[in-house]
């Protein structure tokens, strides 16, 4: 009806809000709390790891800098590639490949593939080239492809390919942060006339006037639901893990680092909680995927929704940010620490989870069990028939219930429930054969910036988490917890989320290596 402007009406656009509404931007300040320890450094017995453990469940002091004192926590910021990955051969020679043509990409493909651990191979610089093509389309660009709006005149639709699930999580960052790539918008001169700070368009009669498709900020970064950074770094992930065989989904089981207080007569046990990713081995055969089974972790996933490191104390929310850094590490190489082990359930065998010991008795009914002396309103009766009776009819018979009703499984006297994924196949993929330490990474995010964190993780410590009791308290037996932070880098930046694509390519390549002597896994009934 209205010719070529017929299809304006349908664009989708954000609603119109005075500027003056608009919430002032969140400032971003990333952390920069590190600590510092020594091999033979003597610690105070106080405030050593052993006695935190016998505290376990009455402090907070395992967070923080004496929890940081207590493990020997030594971090290096700003680290280089060659830090974060041990092996530096497995580091691709990424300023080589930007330089390859097409046809020499084609023919070098196949060389720059490596064995992995799943019997497949690793991609090569085709891929590389592919990813760093989607992930350098400008924001702009890309948003219009994932809002379905057409391109200006004389220019095509970007192709965002395998990034298409990233952009589309990066412009829901847009209503409340400011994408630092788009030039500010200049105010209109005073010197020009008001027909001429805003001038009309004109259109044919019955058109109807759009407003032109900006992304901009509506809502303070602090208002934005942690959801939204959670997908887009597990989105940022799966760019690179899904062609190494992995891929980043959430623990059936809630992630809890798990202390436990040296032998003693009282010991106990508690946990600390995360909500951390873990970036899993995809199964190699059909049966396993069906049955859902995935093998590591890998590496984990940490997204936190903390956007104030300044006031009123610095030095403590960073340091508390840190923690849960170095929590998810932990968690994780508690989980690579169960291959080949079987899990033994807290209290398993002692006489508090297998004797009831509430004066002997049998006791009586419980809750809704008590129907004699049914209180007239009270919730917990019977309803009635509703044909004028006592209200005491015995309802319409219902189906056997097939599980344990909650007063039975109150009643009985068992070992705290499974703490271990029984879908899970533990395995600390990438560990050095032998080594004394386990190397975790730790994928962070904050704000819309995105880190990648290297903590050697000695087994003696999980030893003393484990309540293994320390000979000398003055002195830690493992030494100190080494660490490398990768410079922060802002998935709002091409270069920079290409130089994050980069560093990530080369530690899931490390962890996905084939160790000498590991058997070839294919795929069954393919």
Not at 58 to 71: D, E, K, V, Y
Not at 123 to 138: A, I, M, T
Not at 274 to 298: D, I, K, W
Not at 392 to 419: C, E, G, Q
Request: aromatic fraction near 8%; hydrophobic fraction near 35%.
């Amino acid at each position: 009806m209205f010719g070529p402007f017929s299809c304006l009406a349908s664009l989708p656009s954000k609603a119109r809000i005075n500027p003056n509404d608009i919430p002032p931007p969140t400032p971003i300040n990333l952390p920069r709390y590190q600590p510092y320890a020594q091999h033979d450094q003597t610690i105070d017995p106080s405030g050593a790891l052993p006695t935190l453990l016998e505290l376990t469940g009455r402090s907070t002091g395992a967070l923080g800098p004496l929890g940081f004192a207590a493990i020997g926590l030594d971090l290096k910021l700003d680290a280089p590639t060659q830090d974060l990955v041990p092996d530096q051969s497995h580091i691709p020679d990424f300023r080589r490949w930007d330089h390859l043509t097409t046809d020499e990409c084609r023919c070098e493909n196949q060389a720059t593939r490596w064995p992995l651990r799943t019997g497949n191979l690793s991609p090569g610089c085709q891929v590389y080239l592919e990813r760093k093509k989607e992930l350098s389309n400008r924001n702009e660009d890309a948003f219009r492809t994932v809002r379905r709006i057409p391109p200006p005149k004389g220019q095509q639709q970007a192709r965002l390919g395998n990034a298409y699930e990233f952009f589309r999580c990066l412009e829901l960052l847009t209503t409340y942060w400011d994408d630092p790539t788009r030039p500010p918008e200049l105010p209109p001169s005073p010197e020009m006339s008001a027909a001429e700070a805003a001038p009309e368009e004109s259109f044919p009669e019955g058109a109807m006037e759009v407003e032109a498709p900006i992304v901009a900020r509506t809502v303070s970064g602090q208002s934005m639901p942690p959801e939204f950074r959670q997908h887009l770094i597990t989105a940022f992930v799966k760019l690179v893990a899904y062609d190494f065989g992995c891929n980043v989904s959430m623990s059936r089981v809630e992630p809890r680092l798990h202390l436990s207080s040296p032998a003693s007569p009282r010991r106990r046990k508690t946990y600390t909680p995360s909500n951390c990713h873990f970036v899993f081995q995809s199964p190699m055969t059909r049966e396993a995927a069906r049955a859902g089974l995935v093998y590591g972790p890998v590496a984990t996933v940490s997204a936190r929704p903390t956007v104030n490191f300044t006031s009123p104390d610095a030095e403590t929310a960073q340091s508390l940010d840190l923690a849960r850094e170095v929590t998810a590490a932990l968690i994780a190489a508690q989980h690579r620490a169960r291959e080949d082990r079987a899990e033994t359930r807290f209290g398993e065998g002692q006489w508090w989870t297998s004797k009831p010991r509430w004066g002997g008795g049998s006791g009586g009914p419980i809750g809704r069990e008590i129907d004699k002396d049914v209180v007239q309103g009270d919730k917990d009766a019977r309803p009635s028939d509703g044909d004028g009776g006592d209200g005491l009819s015995v309802p319409a018979t219902k189906k056997p219930r097939k599980n344990m009703s909650i007063y039975d499984s109150y009643r009985m006297v068992r070992p705290p429930s499974s703490v271990w994924d029984r879908k899970a196949k533990y395995e600390a993929i990438g560990k050095v054969q032998g080594a004394d330490h386990d190397d975790i990474y730790v994928v962070s995010s904050l704000f819309h910036h995105v880190s990648i964190l290297r903590v050697r993780v000695p087994l003696r410590l999980l030893e003393v988490l484990d309540g293994s009791p320390e000979p000398d308290k003055s002195k830690r037996s493992w030494g100190k917890v080494m660490a490398w932070r990768s410079p922060w880098y802002d998935l709002f930046d091409s270069d920079q989320r290409v130089a994050a694509m980069q560093l990530l390519w080369a530690v899931t390549a490390y962890q996905m290596r084939k160790e000498a002597g590991t058997v070839d896994v294919t795929m069954a009934d393919a």
